[in-house]
């Protein structure tokens, strides 16, 4: 069964950072691009980072690009998202998800993990 | 980056219904653009990419069509598991992007 479980989400101070990890299990890993996706509370998904199968290709959403960092370990089969200068607005529900396609550049989500929340806050 | 909206925001159809949602992006997409749909408390499923493909699993009466920067997603026969939350995204240009979302009420 094709599993994400992400993990590191939490309350934090404006300014702080944070780092979220996804394990995933159940498929080969290092053929699929990965994509972090968030909603914040009551709101709409907000895609914020993808990372192609080798890491030669990332992307960043406008509203994170210069604070968070997206990377992959295809021999620990994970996934992560460093969240530094982390702003109120940063506050969300962030998915780890899967891309649909092998070998191929982040392009959409066919598998999401269930989530974990991250409250920026004082 | 490319703006994605949908339209209507609000959907009241009733089961056997035909359903048909629409987005539009700012700026051509070719056929790159995926639909899926959430549930309260879950997380998304994807039910179209590449305008017009189903993913795996999901029922024949999910279809999408479109182009460039008008698409559609049509429901032919609304089933009671149907009321939901529908976005689209497009990933033909970074970054990528979600449509705001139409809600299929009751």
């Known amino acids: 069964e094709v599993q994400l479980v992400e993990s590191g989400g939490g309350l934090v101070q404006p300014g702080r950072s944070l780092r979220l990890s996804c394990a995933a299990s159940g498929f080969t890993f290092d053929d699929y691009a990965m994509h972090w996706v968030r909603q914040a509370p009551g709101k709409g998904l907000e895609w914020v980072s993808g990372?192609?199968?080798?890491?030669?290709?990332?992307g960043y959403a406008d509203s994170v690009k210069g604070r968070f960092t997206i990377s992959r370990d295809n021999a620990k089969n994970s996934l992560y998202l460093q969240m530094n200068s982390l702003r109120a607005e940063d506050t969300a529900f962030y998915y780890c998800?899967?891309?649909?396609?092998?070998?191929?550049?982040?392009?959409?989500?066919?598998?999401w993990g269930k989530g974990t929340t991250v409250t920026v806050s004082s | 980056e490319i703006v994605m909206t949908q339209s209507p925001a609000t959907l009241s159809v009733s089961p056997g219904e035909r359903a048909t949602l629409s987005c539009r992006a700012s700026e051509s997409v070719s056929i790159n653009l995926a639909w899926y749909q959430q549930k309260p408390g879950l997380a998304p499923r994807l039910l179209i990419y590449g305008t017009s493909t189903r993913a795996t699993g999901i029922p024949a009466r999910f279809s999408g069509s479109g182009s460039g920067t008008e698409f559609t997603l049509t429901i032919s026969s609304l089933q009671s598991e149907d009321f939901a939350l529908y976005y689209c995204?497009?990933?033909?240009?970074?970054?990528?992007?979600f449509g705001p979302g139409t809600k299929l009420d009751l």
């Open positions: 998800a899967k891309d649909h396609a092998e070998l191929e550049p982040p392009y959409c989500m066919d598998v």
């Open positions: 995204q497009q990933y033909n240009n970074w970054p990528r992007t």
């Open positions: 990372i192609s199968w080798n890491s030669g290709s990332k």
